[in-house]
């Protein structure tokens, strides 16, 4: 659950020329990949249709990967003026999770996906 939020946090402090990487480092956390000899193997489809996300530069679309899943996720994404952004994602059980701003809606959305996770893993961990 840490790195979930350490990396929730490096989100929200980010700028938007760093979201392409950070989008990557969420979906490595939240996803499995393997690696053989410091090279990248991929071998996950759900890796293949992210990539191709952030080569076109659909960082919106590529975050929304890291939604949690179930029918009972709401999402709530804003876009700002300037480009930047803020999002909500709060499984609908576990209401109260804040709107987290970021330089860029993607950003928002990364974050927001983020710390929904940790607010889940914490509420199995108390089962």
Do not use: Y
């Amino acid at each position: 659950m840490t790195g979930l939020l350490e990396l929730a946090a490096r989100c929200e402090a980010a700028i938007a020329e760093q979201q392409a990487p950070l989008l990557i480092e969420a979906f490595d956390l939240t996803n499995w990949r393997s690696r053989a000899k410091g090279r990248l193997v991929e071998h996950n489809p759900q890796w293949w249709r992210f990539d191709k996300m952030i080569r076109a530069e659909a960082f919106e679309s590529a975050a929304m990967t890291l939604v949690p899943e179930g029918h009972d996720t709401q999402v709530h994404l804003f876009f700002g003026r300037d480009g930047e952004g803020s999002a909500i994602v709060t499984p609908l059980k576990r209401i109260g999770l804040p709107r987290i701003f970021a330089a860029t809606p993607a950003l928002a959305l990364t974050a927001a996906a983020l710390r929904s996770r940790a607010a889940l893993v914490d509420k199995v961990s108390e089962i």
